[in-house]
């Protein structure tokens, strides 16, 4: 890992870009700890770190606030990485079939997010290896939104990962409701109940495949955008009843 960037923030915030075999990250740690601290990874949407940074920071904010560190990666074939020409012919297939109307196959969900989980996990898994190195970090460590599927296959295959809570809203492919099955750490699931992007029966089914003894579903009236600011609390009592 090679650190490009640092600034410290107001509210107490270190905030420093990284470079990890040539992934761009972004790391968020508090100035104030006197010890380390544990670790919320942010998952977000293939739209780019650069897109994606005023939501992500006011996130890591929050979670820097309650005592944690917080961490990103852009992922495969968003921002400045390489183009990624399989997953966006899929993106315009998606594209297509939503501006006519159709209903959106699963071949194409399968080619737009399978591919993803399978190279966006193990990068996720090679930054905690190297995160979980520095000395203002002791874990344990928790998975935050992003793709609801990357976040399915991290929660079954990273036994460091203890808690997640997942946004519902990405299409989801059939092959992911049996890996939730497998899935046993403890979730927090935000589902905006009138999302137009989002297929409800398809989130609750989900929700319902999950293997987890303790597993939270939280619904708020409103489209995908309408998240209220207090699902952001919800989501930090989370986390600390299983990361402090």
Request: hydrophobic share 45%; glycine share 10%.
């Amino acid at each position: 890992m090679r650190f490009t960037s640092e600034q410290v923030l107001d509210g107490g915030v270190l905030e420093r870009e990284f470079t990890l075999d040539e992934i761009p990250g972004i790391l968020w740690t508090p100035t104030s700890a006197s010890a380390p601290v544990p670790l919320i990874l942010l998952g977000h949407p293939p739209l780019g770190l650069h897109t994606m940074y005023p939501r992500l920071l006011a996130r890591a904010r929050h979670s820097v606030a309650q005592g944690f560190a917080a961490a990103t990666i852009e992922l495969p074939g968003s921002g400045d990485r390489p183009r990624w020409a399989a997953v966006e012919q899929a993106r315009a297939d998606l594209r297509r079939a939503v501006k006519a109307g159709e209903p959106v196959s699963d071949e194409i969900i399968d080619a737009l997010v399978l591919p993803l989980v399978e190279k966006a996990v193990p990068e996720w898994q090679a930054a905690l290896d190297v995160l979980l190195t520095l000395p203002e970090i002791g874990g344990p460590v928790g998975y935050s939104g992003g793709v609801i599927s990357i976040g399915i296959r991290l929660a079954v295959v990273e036994p460091r990962i203890v808690a997640a809570g997942l946004f519902a809203g990405s299409f989801v492919p059939r092959i992911m409701f049996e890996e939730a099955r497998h899935v046993t750490i403890p979730l927090h699931v935000l589902l905006q109940w009138d999302d137009e992007n989002n297929d409800r029966q398809a989130a609750l089914d989900l929700f319902d495949a999950f293997g987890s003894k303790e597993k939270t579903l939280l619904a708020n009236m409103g489209g995908h955008t309408g998240v209220p600011h207090y699902a952001a609390e919800d989501a930090m009592g989370f986390f600390t009843r299983h990361l402090h």
